[in-house]
């Protein structure tokens, strides 16, 4: 079992950046693929960014590809989201996932493991 903490969720103003980072603790982090993944008010929970277990293969979606970068350092059992040109419509809770095969999931419904979530907002 594996337990996640996000942090570096903040206040931005539009074109701006943070970086998010999740720590993890218990089992060792490696043998886990990351994702993360943001909730905005009376919005479902929304697939942002995957990574796998070595780091070697990465999944964005279309809103944040280019923008956005997923990353680990297994070292330090932490996984990254390096968040640039900060948008408005970026604003939302944004959570830190985990589950333990090789697969890269997508799909919410596929991690097993979830940390409490930090907030991100962007001003216009």
């Known amino acids: 079992q594996v337990q996640l903490v996000e942090s570096g969720g903040g206040l931005v103003q539009a074109g701006g950046s943070l970086r998010l980072s999740c720590a993890a603790s218990?089992?060792?982090?490696?043998?886990?693929?990351g994702g993360w993944f943001r909730q905005a008010p009376g919005k479902e929970r929304e697939f942002v960014a995957a990574i796998s277990r070595s780091g070697g293969s990465t999944y964005y979606s279309d809103s944040v590809k280019g923008r956005f970068t997923i990353s680990r350092d297994n070292a330090k059992n932490t996984v990254y989201l390096q968040m640039n040109s900060l948008k408005p419509e970026d604003t939302a809770v944004y959570y830190c996932?985990?589950?333990?095969?090789?697969?890269?999931?997508?799909?919410?419904?596929?991690?097993?493991?979830w940390g409490q979530g930090t907030q991100v907002t962007v001003s216009s």
């Open positions: 218990g089992r060792t982090f490696s043998v886990y693929t």
């Open positions: 996932a985990a589950q333990g095969t090789s697969y890269v999931p997508t799909l919410p419904g596929r991690y097993d493991y």
